[in-house]
């Protein structure tokens, strides 16, 4: 039978796998979300405020370049309001990186594994991923550094990385930075920087504002707003100017502007996310560690459990399911079948989750 004709995708579209998001629970379920990272304490109050504030403008366009929200962001981390883009989320802005640096015949580089959606975004620009193998879950600078060739146009790093949740320190980013050529954009993703508490950590601002060919890319979606969809950027001039050349003109609505500026001023709902997650991500990290389970240490708002075999892995997820609670199965995204990600919720889901997987531990 010949093949209708009908319009066409570009090379290599049909290829791409798409996002797989976390699962919720069934429809009417009560079911926890353990799935997703999102913020277990809500959003920011003065957020919404902000947000009951822009309702009554929904008649206006949003101010096109997100002034008031690139002013707060400015103002909370010291960074000159120019060099910020911010989009609908970050997966927004890393689509934007790739059409701006990447095209056929290019090359981009991440760790095994490394955030999903840079695969996608690489491949959709008609460019190639090119993945390095990690150190016992960690991104490796010297193979990093191995895979780079004269294709390579860029390299993504999420730090801290999701899935795993391990990290570079601030040494050994600058060090992955100093052996690439000048050419080659630096991408450090830095979604989860308010969770971390490692002191050798940076958010990547000072290289930012060192060097020609790095950019820090951070969202609004794990401090409470992820239904609104904020991300934003930090690059010098010449990377600032090419993105704004094809963003949206209205990338970010304007209650997303408002509530986002209202949110990166309020550093003490900010700091209260940071205290609990920390406090319940050391716990369940403590209560899970055993010969059976190996939790991989995380300085995100997650953590990831590795099992002995993936019909293990599969087994604690639907136990889990049936006692109420979704977590992220790892394998058909990353490839780690003996994986969950378990984000960090309240304290009676994440007490509630140590009792259902102990007591499986006990069983096998």
């Given at each position: 039978m010949s093949e209708p004709i009908r319009p066409k995708p570009q090379p290599g579209i049909l290829d791409i796998a798409p996002y797989l998001p976390g699962k919720s629970g069934r429809p009417g379920s009560q079911a926890v979300k353990l799935s997703a990272n999102e913020s277990p304490l809500g959003a920011s109050p003065k957020a919404l405020a902000a947000m009951i504030e822009a309702s009554a403008h929904l008649e206006i366009y949003p101010e096109?370049?997100?002034?008031?929200?690139?002013?707060?962001?400015?103002?909370?981390?010291?960074?000159?309001?120019?060099?910020?883009?911010?989009?609908?989320?970050?997966?927004?802005?890393?689509?934007?990186?790739?059409?701006?640096?990447?095209?056929?015949?290019?090359?981009?580089?991440?760790?095994r594994y490394g955030f999903s959606v840079y695969p996608i975004v690489t491949r959709a620009a008609g460019a190639k991923i090119v993945l390095v193998e990690e150190r016992d879950y960690r991104a490796d600078v010297d193979a990093l550094l191995a895979a780079v060739t004269k294709r390579t146009k860029v390299v993504w790093l999420a730090n801290p990385n999701n899935p795993t949740g391990t990290y570079l320190s601030d040494a050994e980013v600058r060090?992955?930075?100093?052996?690439?050529?000048p050419d080659i954009l630096l991408v450090i993703d830095s979604a989860y920087a308010e969770y971390v508490t490692a002191a050798d950590y940076s958010v990547g601002l000072d290289l930012v504002r060192e060097q020609q060919n790095?950019?820090?890319?951070?969202?609004?979606?794990?401090?409470?707003?992820?239904?609104i969809r904020i991300g934003w950027l930090v690059g010098p001039d010449h990377v600032v100017d090419a993105l704004h050349r094809i963003r949206g003109p209205?990338?970010?609505?304007?209650?997303?502007?408002m509530a986002?500026?209202?949110a990166a001023r309020d550093e003490e709902f900010t700091q209260r996310l940071r205290e609990h997650n920390a406090h319940w991500r050391d716990w369940l990290t403590a209560e899970l560690s055993s010969n059976r389970l190996r939790v991989i240490p995380s300085q995100a708002n997650f953590i990831m459990i590795l099992f002995d075999t993936p019909d293990m892995a599969a087994?604690?997820?639907?136990?889990?399911?049936?006692?109420?609670?979704?977590?992220?199965?790892?394998?058909?995204?990353?490839?780690?079948?003996?994986?969950?990600?378990?984000s960090i919720g309240t304290e009676e889901a994440m007490r509630m989750v140590a009792k259902v997987l102990k007591s499986m531990d006990k069983t096998q």
């Open positions: 096109g370049s997100s002034r008031l929200l690139r002013e707060a962001l400015g103002e909370v981390h010291g960074v000159d309001p120019t060099s910020i883009v911010c989009g609908n989320g970050s997966d927004d802005l890393l689509h934007l990186l790739a059409q701006v640096y990447l095209g056929d015949g290019d090359e981009a580089v991440m760790n060090r992955l930075h100093a052996g690439l050529r790095v950019v820090m890319v951070r969202t609004f979606s794990k401090m409470g707003l992820a239904a209205f990338n970010v609505n304007l209650p997303a502007q986002g500026a209202a087994k604690a997820f639907e136990t889990l399911a049936d006692s109420g609670y979704i977590v992220r199965e790892i394998g058909p995204s990353y490839g780690i079948g003996n994986g969950l990600r378990i």
